[in-house]
């Protein structure tokens, strides 16, 4: 079982940066591919980036790339996503996710998620 906790999430104006953290429970967090998500309202919730198990291979949808990167931390049992250049659009709930195989893009086949964190970015 793992447990996840998001954190960081806030209210920024357009062209601010965030990072948001997630914090795992449970000693198997290494061995857990990590993914980040976000769900807007009225929307379906969309993958935004994901990374392996050990940090070496990472995905990442492209309205983000160039802004947002993760990483993390298997020491400390987290994960963390760097969202900079803000947009509006960019505002929802992110959510982390673990994976006990490869990284997916397909929400359906994560295996935990957190509560999320709503990150909400001003014109």
């Known amino acids: 079982q793992v447990q996840l906790v998001e954190s960081g999430g806030g209210l920024v104006q357009a062209g601010d940066s965030l990072r948001l953290s997630c914090a795992a429970s449970?000693?198997?967090?290494?061995?857990?591919?990590m993914g980040w998500f976000r769900q807007a309202p009225g929307k379906e919730r969309e993958f935004v980036t994901a990374?392996?198990?050990?940090?070496?291979?990472?995905r990442i949808v492209d309205s983000v790339k160039g802004r947002f990167t993760i990483s993390r931390d298997n020491a400390k049992n987290t994960v963390y996503l760097q969202m900079n250049s803000l947009k509006p659009e960019d505002t929802a709930v992110y959510y982390c996710?673990?994976?006990?195989?490869?990284?997916?893009?397909?929400?359906?086949?994560?295996?935990?998620w957190g509560q999320g964190t709503q990150v909400t970015v001003s014109s």
């Open positions: 449970g000693r198997t967090f290494s061995s857990y591919a």
């Open positions: 996710a673990a994976r006990r195989l490869g990284t997916t893009i397909l929400t359906g086949l994560y295996d935990y």
């Open positions: 990374i392996n198990w050990s940090g070496s291979s990472t």
